[in-house]
């Protein structure tokens, strides 16, 4: 099995690890420049001790951050207790850096203290609730020799006995019973699971629903980590066939991990991706029928390779090459494929979207045309790539595989000319008699052609949950925002949004299913099995999951702003009344002024929840974080993020459920729309 990852190609990959693994911070510390010792010592003699970043930092504990303790810490080993724990505590969001007035690097010089500090995995470990938690006839040495039978943690010298405590303190030890499902198909989950002791059995169902037994987990083995390095539903079911002892691992432990001891990372993504790629070769409907010991050939000889988002999978300008005879089959994510047009207002036109299942030749048309296109990941992707020779030997092999490809072949060409418009490019009349005898309608929809373009290039395809508006019934009463505000605080939402027919997109959370938001050290934001995306008490407003967020979904709220318009409701009458009618204007002064991001509503609304509540410290830092109940001060919450979570926790969503009119719906895009060939093909008739 050869395991490939392509290099970032945009912006939006330049903050990712490689190989799938992602940054928990705003900038990947390993990408980010650290400065030299003098330049570290320069930035601190600049710094006038105005204690801006504090104020605008989102760490509770900035509250009391003495500036100059921070500043000697950060060029000398006189460390404080509460500076170290401050160091460990920083994100690296970045909010300190534009509020500086002698452009200092703050969050620089905070990387210069966190190398000074050291990881805190280094320190010592709290063992007394490892110790509570352990199972009847477990001791810690049998712990740490169990976790040792992982291949990844054998060796000492990368991986101390100190880290490894460390690791099982952040994470869950869980005695399983017999017929204990620790992952359901088609569930989110992010969890990996490392197994301890007794076995477990992992199986998928088909189409019919029958049980098709996949493999026996023993000890040693681990699972759960498909959904962590994709962002993708479980792919199969696993069961306790035993009284077992497992050691449940949340997301941010495994990648602190994994950014804490580099040596691993590699070693982890190219271990799954070898023993992932049969399994989900196996499912997939272009590859049944054929035998197990085929598959086992095929994936032991084809490239998987691992795509960022927005990075290229192929040019249309590359010079052609061998390769391109090659096979590739999507075993994650979605795709995107356009041509250029020569425009300067529209540079490419997106002509199709392909996701998990679809496969197409490297550098031309997948709709079996030969004019050369452009492949772009909109999400995470996994691709296989099976050389022309190995296609070969499977065509001949299996005639049953043969027909499936003219099968797919021949939707991809009816498709092709409601793909194609003379308004870009003109029709070859030769390559369309060529296609079939039947007639064809060469005259393709400039309105599907353009709301296929909306839905790939603006992300909508990737959303597992969209609130969509019917425009033949909205009659534009903003009940569903008043409602959500209502329920919720803030509106989570804004009604007017990307317009495809008589539809509206509305600009909300989509529901993403490899959501680049969800990289939170605090575990901040988390995800439900059903798929819920929502905010958690351990979220600090940092602002990070908004940042990554491409279709601004998510805002931050201060405190500030929750105080002054609760505040208010004690106004008299008249300023209240006055201020009902002013709500936009005062929308758009405080967000001018950076004091809300997103879109909120200032007025007339309860305080948010979670406000109320004293921020959790997150998986990773439990000792060191630990709130104090004696401190009120640093465990004040400063900011909090806002964003749809589809009403989790409730037995109706609040939009949905205000409209009048039956205009507002929740629909799966892919679903609802349809595939490439549905959109293009039931607007060009």
């Not at 504990?61 to 100059?68: E, G, K, W």
């Not at 969001?93 to 050291?118: Q, T, W, Y």
């Not at 399983?176 to 007794?198: K, M, N, P």
């Not at 948010?608 to 004293?614: C, G, M, V």
């Amino acid at each position: 099995m050869q395991v490939h990852t392509g290099k970032p190609t945009s912006p939006a990959t330049a903050n990712r690890l490689p190989l799938s693994v992602r940054s928990q911070s705003a900038g990947d510390i390993r990408q980010m420049r650290a400065l030299s010792d003098d330049e570290v010592h320069f930035e601190i003699d600049m710094c006038i001790g105005c204690d801006r970043c504090m104020r605008v930092c989102p760490v509770p504990l900035s509250a009391q951050v003495d500036m100059a303790a921070l500043n000697r810490a950060t060029i000398s080993d006189d460390v404080a207790p509460q500076i170290a724990r401050f160091a460990n505590e920083c994100v690296l969001c970045g909010s300190c850096v534009p509020v500086c007035p002698v452009d200092n690097h703050r969050d620089l010089l905070m990387l210069a203290l966190k190398k000074r500090v050291g990881t805190p995995w280094d320190g010592q470990v709290e063992l007394a609730p490892l110790m509570e938690a352990l199972p009847a006839g477990w001791n810690l040495p049998l712990l740490v020799s169990s976790l040792r039978e992982q291949p990844m943690f054998q060796d000492e010298r990368l991986v101390p006995d100190t880290y490894l405590l460390h690791f099982c303190t952040a994470s869950t030890l869980r005695v399983v019973a017999t017929d204990t499902e620790l992952l359901r198909e088609g569930e989110f989950g992010r969890e990996v699971y490392f197994i301890l002791s007794g076995s477990c059995e992992l199986f998928s169902y088909d189409v019919d629903g029958n049980a098709l037994p996949l493999a026996i987990l023993h000890r040693g083995d681990y699972v759960g980590e498909q959904g962590m390095l994709t962002g993708q539903p479980r792919n199969c079911t696993v069961r306790a066939c035993e009284p077992a002892v497992v050691l449940s691992v949340p997301e941010q432990v495994m990648l602190h991990m994994l950014e804490t001891v580099p040596a691993l990372e590699r070693f982890f993504v190219q271990y799954n991706t070898a023993r992932a790629a049969e399994e989900i070769f196996k499912r997939l409907d272009l590859l049944k029928d054929i035998a197990q010991e085929d598959l086992h050939w095929l994936a032991g000889r084809a490239t998987i390779r691992a795509y960022e988002r927005g990075e290229r999978l192929f040019d249309e300008r590359s010079e052609p090459t061998v390769a391109q005879g090659n096979l590739h089959v999507l075993l994650d994510g979605f795709v995107k494929v356009a041509r250029r047009t020569g425009r300067a207002e529209q540079p490419e036109r997106v002509i199709a979207y392909r996701q998990r299942g679809d496969y197409f030749t490297s550098g031309m048309d997948m709709f079996g045309g030969q004019g050369a296109v452009s492949a772009t990941a909109i999400n995470r992707v996994t691709a296989a790539e099976i050389s022309h020779s190995q296609l070969k030997s499977l065509l001949k092999a299996y005639p049953a595989f043969l027909e499936r490809l003219k099968e797919r072949l021949r939707v991809y060409r009816e498709a092709s000319t409601a793909a194609y418009s003379g308004v870009f490019e003109p029709f070859d009349p030769l390559q369309l008699a060529a296609r079939d005898s039947s007639p064809i309608n060469v005259f393709s929809v400039a309105e599907a052609r353009s709301g296929l373009h909306a839905l790939v290039s603006d992300g909508v395809v990737e959303g597992t949950d969209v609130l969509v508006i019917d425009l033949d019934r909205c009659i534009h009463c903003d009940e569903c925002v008043d409602a959500c505000e209502r329920r919720h605080g803030h509106s989570r939402m804004h009604r007017e949004g990307m317009v495809v027919g008589n539809i509206s997109v509305v600009n909300a959370c989509r529901q993403c299913q490899d959501p680049v938001c969800m990289l939170c050290s605090r575990a901040g934001i988390a995800r439900s099995p059903s798929g819920e995306i929502y905010i958690t008490e351990s979220c600090i407003g940092c602002g990070i999951c908004a940042e990554r967020c491409p279709y601004d979904n998510i805002s931050i709220v201060t405190l500030d702003d929750e105080t002054s318009t609760t505040a208010g409701s004690a106004a008299p009458t008249w300023q209240r009344f006055s201020r009902f009618f002013g709500k936009q204007s005062q929308t758009a002064q405080a967000t001018h002024a950076g004091e809300v991001r997103g879109f909120t509503s200032p007025s007339g609304r309860k305080v948010l929840p979670l406000l109320q509540t004293r921020p959790q410290p997150g998986p990773i830092l439990p000792a060191c974080a630990t709130l104090d109940d004696n401190d009120p001060v640093s465990a004040i919450r400063k900011k909090i993020a806002v964003k749809c979570d589809l009403c989790v926790g409730y037995n109706n969503q609040a939009c949905v459920q205000a409209c009048p009119t039956g205009a507002a719906i929740r629909v799966n895009p892919v679903t609802f729309f349809g595939s490439t060939e549905e959109i293009l093909g039931r607007r060009a008739r």
